[in-house]
């Protein structure tokens, strides 16, 4: 983020697991996990990402 110039609540990490909802909670961003890759969808929700797509098209979707 530093890099780009960009602050955490303009910034969204997306992932595929709940590992990936965990790193970007605690970097203070919002998170969107996916519902198809390697993770678990119980251990996704679990996590509690501010975001589920289950296609990536939704993205575009979300991000408007």
């Known amino acids: ?3 780009l ?7 969204l990490y997306v992932g595929d697991s709940e590992i990936d909802v965990f790193c970007g ?3 203070g961003v919002y998170t969107c996990a996916v519902t198809y890759g390697i993770g678990d969808i119980k251990s996704i929700i679990a996590a509690d990402p501010d975001f589920i797509i289950t296609d990536l098209t939704k993205l575009i979707i979300l991000l408007s």
Do not use: G
Request: hydrophobic share 15%; no cysteine.
């Open 1 to 3: 983020m530093q890099n």
């Open 5 to 11: 110039n960009v602050r955490p609540e303009e910034t």
């Open 25 to 27: 909670k605690s970097s």
